[in-house]
């Protein structure tokens, strides 16, 4: 299957800085996707992208799709403490879905 | 309210017992989806659904089988579990129109272990 490889794998950040993870592929995408995973609950949409350049925002999340199409990131500004959770990249591929191995955030207050 | 609701939300078993975790939406979605949680693998599709009777493998689907009779169904099928097919497991759908819409609604989860 497709690869998606996803960094970092875990961030630790002071309460109002900003953070920057970013997703590679070794395959193009027709759609990079980021999610979030709150503990014990399915993953939840943030953004999606669907054109190479893209630079979509959605409040305090940034993402961008990759000129190349085998790239994204996401930013968040001012992180909260409710932003703690683990990230997902996905790039859809025809009618199939690939995930990254996610980044897990925590926010010190 | 919208939802996408699985059960059972956790199962235990045994090696070669045959196993149905069921998955049903109320919004009418033609996609259906099914997902494998592992530690540092990320989300694995097994399976997905464009709609009624039309189902087709993901990138893992070896042990698994669906079925979609029903558009609000989508049933995953472990014929003869094993432990290697211990994860958590999600169920997702999204609308079709034009191009997959790419919101997919995840449900809450199955997490499933075999003994």
């Known amino acids: 299957g497709q690869q998606l490889n996803q960094s970092p794998q875990s961030m630790f950040i002071q309460e109002g800085e900003d953070v920057s993870m970013n997703c590679t592929s070794s395959?193009?995408?027709?759609?990079w996707l980021w999610y979030k995973q709150d503990p014990g609950e399915g993953p939840v949409l943030l953004i999606a992208?669907?054109?190479?350049?893209e630079l979509t925002s959605n409040g305090r999340l940034t993402a961008q799709f990759g000129i190349t199409r085998k790239d994204s990131f996401l930013n968040i500004s001012a992180s909260i403490p409710s932003d703690v959770g683990i990230y997902f990249c996905?790039?859809?591929?025809?009618?199939?879905?690939?995930f990254g191995t996610g980044t897990s955030l925590t926010v010190i207050p | 309210e919208a939802q996408v609701t699985q059960n059972p939300r956790y199962l235990i078993t045994v090696t070669g017992k045959k196993l149905t975790v069921t998955c049903s939406q109320n919004m009418n979605h033609e996609y259906m989806s099914w997902y494998r949680q592992d530690p540092g693998l990320g989300l694995r599709q097994i399976y997905y659904?464009?709609?009624?009777?039309?189902?087709d493998k993901g990138d893992v689907p070896e042990g698994y089988k669906v079925s979609r009779k029903e558009k609000r169904n989508f049933p995953l099928i472990l014929e003869s579990p094993s432990p290697n097919q211990t994860s958590l497991y999600f169920c997702?759908?999204?609308?079709?129109?034009?191009?997959?819409?790419?919101?997919?609604?995840f449900g809450p989860g199955t997490r499933l272990t075999v003994l």
């Open positions: 997702a759908s999204s609308k079709i129109s034009g191009i997959i819409t790419d919101t997919q609604y």
């Open positions: 395959s193009i995408f027709n759609t």
């Open positions: 659904s464009m709609n009624v009777e039309v189902t």
């Open positions: 992208l669907y054109k190479a350049g």
């Open positions: 996905a790039g859809r591929s025809g009618n199939q879905f690939y």
